[in-house]
Structure formats: C-alpha cells, structure tokens
C-alpha cells in the first residue's frame, strides 16, 4: 500500500463533485413524476445525450483501470475490446436492431422475449441479468474502496458506505435520469481528468514512436502477429479475437445487454435511439488514448531501470490495475491529483448507478410485474422502482464485502458475462431475424447455452479439460480461454434454439410484425435526406475504424 | 428543466477554477516533492480550459429548456 496525501484542493475538487451530483439528483426528482419519467428518463433525450450515456455506461473506472493494466500485461492487442470489439456491433444495434427494440415499446430487454417468445424466456433472463448487473455492482464497490485504500489510504468500509449511499440517494430521487445525467458528467471527468496522463506519458519520452520503441513489437502491433499466438503478449490467433470477442462477446453485450441498451430506449423517438449507438461509436473509438496509451507508457517506463516507475505487488502478484493510478501520481501536481481521483470516483458511482437503474427496471418489469403483481399501478411502479434502488445498493454492499473475503472472483465475473450474455445474443439474433424461431427453441437453446458456457468454465477452473481444446491451439491465456468459451457458448444455444424450432409448434407471422425483419415495414428513413440518415454516419464510423486498424497493424 | 449540458458547463468552471488556483498557489509558493513535467504547470493551462470550456458550456445553453 501507498498513502498519498491530499491537499485542500484536491479535496475541494472531490467535495464539489459530492456536492453537484446529490444537488442535481434533488434538482431532477421534480421532473421525475410517472413510472416512464423513473424507468426510461421520460423517452425525451436527444441523441447526443442518449449516445453519451450509452457509452459511459460502459466506461466505468472499473474498466479505465483494468484496460490499462492488461495493456501492460498483453500489450496494445488490448485495443481490440475497442475497434473490433466494440465498433461493428454498435453499429449494428444502431441499425438493424434498434427499430425493433424501440418500435415495440418495452422497457427492457427481457421485454422483447416476451413480446417475441414468451413469459419464461424473459423471466429466464430477468434473473440472470439482475443476478449478474447486482454482482457487476458490488464488484465495482469493492474495486473502488480497494483503490481507495490502497492509493489514498482511506478507510475502507467509509469510502464504499458513502459512496453507495450517494449512488443510493440521487438514483431513488429520479431513477435513470440522473443515472443518465451523472454519465455524461462522469463522461466529461474522464476525459478532462485522464487525458493529461497519456499526453504526459508521451512528452516524457519526447514523442509516441519513442514510447513504442521501447515495448517488445509483440505489444506494439494490432493484427501483424496474430497468426501464431506464441507471437503476440494475448497469446491467441487473430480466429479467437475475431469469433470469440468481436462476434459473440461484442455483439452479446454491446446488442443484448440492457444495462447500455436502456440508455438508447430513454431518447426521444426511434432516430434518436438509432444515432445513439453510431454517436457512441466515434467516441469508443476515441478511448484508447486515455487506457492503451497510458497502459503502454507504463510498459515503457518500467522497462527503464532509471524511471523509478514499477507497480505494486501484492503478496508477489504484480498488482497491474495499479498502473493508471501510479501515472496519475507521477505527473499530477495538487488539484490535478482531485481531479483524477474524482474521474475515478465518477466513473465507480456512475458505473454503480447504471447497473442499479438497470436492475431496478427489470426487477419491476420483468421480474415483479411479470410474476408477483400484474395490475401494479403506475404510482406502485414507480414506488417500487424506488425501493429497489435501495434495496439493490444494499445487496451490492453485500455482494463488495463477498468480494472482499474470496480472491479469485474476478475470474468467476468473466464466466457470469458469457453465462449471460453470449447465448442471450444468438437467441435475439435468432429472434429478431428468423420468423420460425419458436419459443421452445428459444427458451431451452439459452438454457443449454448458459450451461455450456458455465460448464466449460468450471472444466478449465479445475483442469477437468486443458484449455487447449477450446481454444484449438497449442498455446493459450486466461484471456484467449474467455473468448473461445464465449464462441462455443453461443453456437450450442444457436444450433439448440434451430433444432428445437425445426420440431415445435411456430406462433403465426401476423403476431411477429414488429418484432422480425423481413414481416416489419421499414420505412423510418423515408423521406429523410440520407446525410441525416443513420446509415450515412454509421458508413463514416466504419471507414474511420478500418483506417485505425490499418494505422497500426 | 435546463439541459445536461447546463451542468457539465458549471461543473467544469467550478473545479477548473480550483484547480487554476491551486496551480497558481504552487506557482507562487512550490511544494518540498515536485511531480514528472511540474515545470510545464500544468494545473494552471489544464484548469483554464477547463474554466473556458464550462463557460462555453454555461452560454450557450443559459436560455436553453428540454422536456
């Protein structure tokens, strides 16, 4: 453990920014008046604001610290969670799937499964989501107090109580609106609050050729050493980063996962919800200044004796989410120091609060609603949207000090998100693109998909298989492991959803307009000039991110 | 109800004005352990743009009303 002090200004900073959040969650309860004010901010939101959100809610501190460690522990192939990983599908969200999200009117995404398949299917996933969003939550409690602590030497069951309990309050004054409020702030933290790290990084060394030349060229390439895996620091073929994250890992949660699909669901009409995930995108592209940059100026100065630059350990395990804090601390001065820290800050509160806006609205919905009272009132709705904000930040108290006591939980986080999220995304892509998919195969194909996945990750855990079988290659890692698990995952639920469907009974075409392509008209960008159209930026989005992949092969 | 961007304008204009201040305290009266570039004082030109963009924030959004 180090212990910084801070001084008057960084704590002015840090309180300013306690201040404003709780002040704007009390400015924004009295527009907060009916279930679809709480749940969906209302559905006025335009599409910056509703893009923004969408990508914050996935830029959590969370992310900002493990990204730049695992850039330094497999170096720049790590910016592929950003272009392939991210980019193709959300565009294709913004495009193909968006009209059939928001032209039915569901509040989640288990909504569609209903409208789509039916009540079991989304119950099924309900729970699996609320489950996973509840431990996402409390692991990013955890990972905020022990950064705390270990950088700042706060105490640690304070930061985690009062941070919670701020989440708790604006959260339950007005529900995804100030969740939403409190992300493009955070947005606008981060990126005023880290960016001076990577552009100090390369004004140490004079310039970014210098930093690259001093990294092994195996960490310094994108895709020129991904055909043997022994040749790259994530040890895995260029197959695995192409089927297992930018397929199935990308497209599972960048289209499924309703914790950032509810941030397009608040805008104001159907364009809006389109250009929120192709506005994302340019901004996702963006992101690896701040992590990969920073992560590979800390490979560069560690590799340099003189530096005085090495992370911490922890009981000999190299502790790599400790490098973006330890860069903050080198080049920060007094009040730049509050401001990386409230950038942290934010992004762990504004994290929190996205996963408990998300399970507030699919306990109530999908899981409340649907099971236990179906003639709830709005008024009822919107009180119970309330308490299961608190009660959803108590459970993640509870779930942070679970974390605390069991040290490999990481490890069981990555087998929850492809538990959930990948066979989830062959039964949408499924659904919403093939009219004879029936509810049978749907429901039995995710339930068989999210048992392979945990299945194959308990074979791994304890050596029942050698990893070497999912991954079809001779040399693997923990990382190449996760995405070979993910792909196999997803096609068990596929070729299950498809066998089942062949032999069950199929619901009438007339009751899936709406909800498949190819039985819905599409007719949302007639009479719109095509610079206006989605698709138009979508094209752009996609010629920057070849021209990224190409720039550093 | 005023725009998010109402928001984030005062929020960048109050903690870029601390921090301008606190670049300018260190200006005047360095601290015993200087940082990596300390020379360059970055919390002076950094907290500025910050005070910049909040008011840019803050003008063009002031008459402004969603919802």
Known sequence: MISVGLTFFDWLVIALYFAFVIGLGAYLKRFTKSQEDFFLAGRKNSSWVAGLAFLSANLGALELLGMTGNTFKYGMFVA???????????????IYMMPFYYSSRIHSVPGYLKLRFDERTRVLNGIAFAVMTLLVSGINLYAMAL???????????????????????????????????????????????????????????????????????????????????ADNGMVIT???????????????????????????????????????????????????????????????????????FALLSDDGQVNYDSALPLLILRYYPSGLVGL???????????????????????????????????????????WMGRMTTVVGIILSVGTAYWAKSFPSIMDYMQAIFSWVNAPLFATMLLGMFVWWITSSGAFWGLVIGMMTSFFLFLAVKFHWIDPT?????????????????????????????????????????????????????EDHDAGVPWTRRPAFYAAISVVVFVLLNILFW | MKPIWYFVGLLLLSIGTVITVSGVVELLDPPPRSTILAHLHPSIWWGALMILSGVVFLLVNRRKRVG
């Open chain 1, 147 to 229: 950064v705390l602590h270990t950088f700042l030497g706060w105490n640690w069951d304070a930061s985690m109580w009062i941070s919670a309990a701020t989440v708790g309050v604006y959260v339950s004054m007005s529900g995804l609106l100030s969740a939403i409020f409190t992300e493009i702030i955070q947005f606008f933290l981060i990126w005023f609050g880290l960016f001076l790290v990577s552009l100090f990084g390369i004004i140490e060394f004079g310039g970014m050729d210098e930093v690259l030349a001093r990294i092994p060229e195996s960490f310094s390439t994108l895709w020129s050493t991904s055909a043997d895996p």
């Open chain 1, 469 to 521: 079988m999912l991954t079809l290659s001779d040399h693997t890692s923990d990382m190449a492991a996760n995405f070979w698990r993910a792909w196999w995952a997803w096609l068990v639920c596929l070729l299950v959803t498809i066998g089942i469907s062949l032999f069950t009974e199929k619901k009438r075409k007339d009751d899936l307009v709406g909800l498949v392509k190819g039985l819905t008209p």
């Open chain 1, 80 to 94: 592929h969670f950003y272009w392939v990983g991210a980019i193709p599908a959300m565009l294709f969200l913004g």
């Open chain 1, 238 to 308: 260029w197959a695995g980063i192409v089927l297992g994250l930018g397929w199935v890992l990308s497209f599972g949660y960048w289209t499924t996962d309703f914790l950032v699909v509810q941030r397009a669901f608040s805008a104001r009409d159907l364009r809006a919800a389109r250009m929120a995930p192709v506005i994302a995108s340019f901004f996702k592209m963006a992101v690896p200044f701040l992590v990969i940059m920073s992560g590979l100026v800390a490979l560069a100065l560690a590799s340099d004796p003189d530096s005085g």
């Open chain 1, 340 to 382: 990386g820290v409230t950038a942290l800050l934010a992004g762990f509160m504004a994290g929190q609060a996205g996963n408990v806006s998300a399970f507030n609205t699919v306990w109530t919905y999908d899981i409340y609603k649907a099971l236990l009272r179906k003639d709830a009132t709005d008024d009822h709705l919107l």
